[in-house]
């Protein structure tokens, strides 16, 4: 049976990852998987240098998307998928071989999950993810400087440059078309609790 499939999206910083974990921690592991965009970024040798020397990694053809599509396919036909974990240039990780196992609930996670229209039309629920700018900046040298081991200086680059007009021109013009819009300034435990529920009671229907 075809899996409910559920797409997120949202501003670097807004919350995703956390958000997605603590929503799977919610259901039991046989009832949902979770397939990321970033595991499907193209190599570092193959990404495009702005006009200051930088690697952009923040544009939609940074990713494989056709593999990213195909693996998504993959998970709704009920095969189970291994790709290994994409570290982002940080030396002190160790990649891991990264195993998805089809499910009733499908996540789809990533920047532009709504901006590539084959995947966009697999959604059955297109949840955003909404923060203030100052937070996304605040949340984004935490992680980049903790998890990807980037110079602030480089965070900042990035951010002004990259993140940004990235997302003003691929992420939130399709704030309009997403099913539901949390908030997630101060927390989105109210968001959560809509999210949860919903995806309950389709488990209990199916």
Not at 34 to 40: A, C, E, L, M, R
Not at 157 to 174: A, C, D, G, S
Not at 192 to 201: D, N, Q, T
Request: hydrophobic share 35%; glycine share 6%; aromatic share 12%.
């Amino acid at each position: 049976m075809k899996p409910l499939i559920i797409g997120i999206t949202g501003g670097s910083g807004s919350g995703k990852t956390t958000f997605i974990r603590q929503l799977g921690e919610r259901f039991k592991q046989e009832d949902i998987c979770v397939i990321s965009q970033d595991d499907y970024y193209y190599p570092r040798d193959m990404q495009e240098i702005d006009a200051n020397g930088i690697k952009n990694f923040d544009r939609p053809k940074s990713i494989d998307k056709k593999s990213f599509y195909k693996d998504i396919q993959r998970l709704i036909a009920g095969k189970t998928v291994e790709r290994e974990e994409y570290t982002f240039n940080n030396e002190k990780a160790n990649p891991k071989m990264l195993i998805f196992h089809p499910a009733p609930i499908l996540i789809v996670e990533g920047l532009f999950v709504f901006h590539y229209k084959k995947i966009k039309q697999l959604l059955d629920l297109k949840v955003f993810l909404h923060a203030k700018e100052n937070l996304k900046v605040i949340r984004r040298i935490k992680r980049d400087r903790v998890e990807r081991n980037y110079p602030l200086d480089d965070v900042l680059y990035r951010y002004e440059h990259h993140v940004l007009p990235t997302f003003e021109k691929y992420i939130k013009p399709y704030v309009e078309e997403a099913d539901l819009i949390i908030n997630n300034n101060i927390g989105f435990d109210m968001g959560m609790e809509v999210l949860a529920g919903f995806l309950r009671a389709k488990l209990d229907e199916s």
